[in-house]
């Protein structure tokens, strides 16, 4: 079982920066590939990017490859999203899962959810 808290989403322009954190409840925590998923309203939930358990491996979407970056720190049960250069076209609620063995691009394959946190990036 994995409890997971998104925090670090807000308002920022076009061209900034935010930081995502991601906080995971549970000892097992190092077990689990993670993600971080997006959903702007009127659309389906979409992929961002993904981490393997032990952050050796990383996948991006096409639309954020070179401007996002995940990372994760098993030691705190933290998961991040550092997000550079950020568009309008970013702007959705966030989420970050959880799901057991290998990183997926689907959303049906995660175990575990957290609330969502917004990103607004206006123009």
């Known amino acids: 079982q994995v409890g997971l808290v998104e925090s670090g989403g807000g308002l920022v322009q076009a061209g900034g920066s935010l930081r995502l954190s991601c906080a995971a409840s549970?000892?097992?925590?190092?077990?689990?590939?993670m993600g971080w998923f997006r959903q702007a309203p009127g659309k389906e939930r979409e992929f961002v990017t993904s981490?393997?358990?032990?952050?050796?491996?990383?996948y991006y979407a096409d639309s954020v490859k070179g401007r996002f970056t995940i990372a994760r720190d098993n030691a705190k049960n933290m998961v991040y999203l550092q997000m550079n250069s950020l568009k309008p076209e970013d702007t959705a609620v966030y989420y970050c899962?959880?799901?057991?063995?290998?990183?997926?691009?689907?959303?049906?394959?995660?175990?575990?959810w957290g609330q969502g946190t917004q990103v607004t990036v206006s123009s």
């Open positions: 899962a959880a799901k057991y063995f290998r990183t997926s691009y689907y959303p049906s394959d995660y175990d575990y």
């Open positions: 549970g000892r097992t925590f190092s077990s689990f590939a």
């Open positions: 981490i393997n358990w032990s952050g050796s491996s990383t």
